[in-house]
């Protein structure tokens, strides 16, 4: 199911050049953190999808939504309740 979500996640940002989408994840306290390199291993079986993924640099301020769109990283992505992550993410 999530190669879904991405699949079409991704399509629609191809179909709406001029669009960010902010994706939130929280794991539920019952299953257990969110393993970061679990869901960003997901993620990256959807080819693009990763490639559009901003990364933000803590303590540098956030881009302006246009600067995301020139870029071509119009994916923002949070999660709650995640453990730690190993690709530097």
């Not at 999530?2 to 306290?29: G, K, R």
């Not at 291993?41 to 246009?66: C, K, R």
Request: with cysteine; proline share 4%; net charge negative.
């Amino acid at each position: 199911m999530p190669n879904e979500v991405f699949t079409n996640t991704l399509q629609f940002l191809n179909d709406y050049p001029s669009e960010v989408i902010v994706l939130l994840f929280q794991a539920s306290q019952d299953q257990g953190p969110i393993v970061w390199d679990d869901l960003y291993a997901e993620m990256n079986n959807v080819d693009g999808f990763t490639d559009m993924i901003y990364v933000h640099q803590y303590g540098n301020e956030w881009p302006l939504m246009s600067d995301l769109v020139q870029q071509n990283k119009r994916i923002i992505v949070f999660y709650f309740n995640g453990g730690t992550c190993t690709n530097g993410m």
